[in-house]
């Protein structure tokens, strides 16, 4: 039930006020229409919203943004790895809180999220963009789903592109000069180089892992800095792998074991929990001392993933054992990835097509 009434200000001014009742009986007024026209059509807009089922308070879309943040930060917490929380509540803070925090809800336009989304591409990462994007879509559709708004201003955004950066890899003598670079890390970059680890996987890795009879590493655990430090939680995928060890390679890491219990880290360091420290390409430590010795061409420790890659791939291995080995979630995700790598396999393709070819015609 809906009905328009009229009613004069202090100023003498004539207005009309809309009341109606919601699907639960409660009492709802909006005031201030100038003509009964409007306050007729808003009537009938808001009985029409109630009998559908899709109901929604106005005055709920006043909820700010921050305070819907709060309960979508906290509801993600629990439901996300640790650092991919520590990357969307740094996404908010930084990025979304700053210009949306305390903007009503119901009030943002796609428009306005648009020109946003535009505005931060010329200046930003085409990664940084869309996490940020990211974080307000999902305050937005979070509040629709509550039943906050009608919409989500958020949907149909035109995002930036993420551009593929040209990869660096190195061959197996580049990778053992390397490694022999590296002095007493000689096996963290074995390790990476030809089973690729990812940093993480690499420096939770114990002594109990390290299946010496089938030549395999278990990877089981992985560590991520967030901002109260590391914390030590399942692989990437949430999902434990094994990954073949050469034996060459293997010969290394049972020189690692030496002198440690089965639960002991197997790559240690002067970081917290006597772990293995991160280390990058620049600046003065042991692994950008490595690359300037060896003289391979500059690269991160996280690249030597991607010639792990490489190296199993030109030995004959085929997508489904890279993406095992890796721990990608499909094959897809490993031919996306690696699609240059695979390059190669066309020509194979063509050369073993064109020699049967010759055997059926002769």
């Excluded at 096996?187 to 010496?212: N, S």
């Amino acid at each position: 039930m809906a009905s328009e009434h009229e009613y004069r200000t202090r100023r003498g001014e004539r207005l009309w006020r809309v009341a109606y009742r919601d699907a639960e009986g409660e009492q709802h007024t909006k005031r201030g229409f100038k003509r009964k026209r409007d306050a007729t059509d808003y009537a009938a807009r808001m009985l029409a919203s109630v009998n559908d089922g899709d109901y929604i308070d106005p005055q709920l879309g006043k909820i700010s943004v921050s305070r819907l943040a709060a309960t979508w930060l906290e509801g993600k917490k629990g439901a996300v790895k640790p650092k991919y929380w520590y990357n969307l509540e740094s996404a908010w803070r930084v990025h979304v809180a700053p210009k949306w925090g305390r903007r009503q809800v119901g009030k943002i336009r796609h428009s306005e999220v648009q020109a946003w989304v535009s505005a931060m591409s010329a200046e930003r990462s085409a990664t940084i963009v869309r996490r940020a994007y990211d974080v307000l879509n999902g305050i937005c559709r979070s509040a629709l789903k509550d039943g906050v708004i009608r919409k989500n201003p958020c949907d149909g955004v035109q995002l930036p592109r993420k551009t593929r950066k040209a990869r660096t890899y190195l061959t197996v003598e580049q990778l053992l000069a390397l490694a022999d670079a590296a002095g007493e890390h000689r096996a963290v970059i074995l390790t990476l180089g030809f089973c690729g680890l990812r940093w993480g996987e690499l420096v939770a890795l114990r002594v109990e892992d390290v299946d010496v009879a089938r030549s395999r590493l278990l990877v089981r655990h992985s560590v991520v800095r967030t901002k109260h430090g590391f914390v030590e939680g399942l692989p990437k995928t949430h999902e434990r792998r094994e990954v073949p060890v050469p034996p060459f390679v293997m010969d290394v890491l049972l020189g690692e074991c030496v002198g440690k219990d089965a639960g002991d880290l197997l790559f240690t360091g002067e970081s917290a929990g006597g772990r293995l420290g991160e280390v990058s390409r620049n600046g003065r430590n042991w692994y950008a001392r490595a690359v300037a010795v060896s003289g391979v061409p500059s690269l991160t420790p996280h690249d030597l993933r991607h010639t792990a890659a490489s190296i199993a791939i030109s030995s004959g291995a085929n997508v489904k054992v890279v993406q095992r080995m890796l721990g990608h979630a499909t094959a897809s995700m490993t031919l996306d990835t690696y699609a240059d790598l695979f390059d190669a396999d066309l020509d194979t393709v063509a050369a073993d097509v064109e020699r049967r070819i010759h055997e059926t015609l002769a």
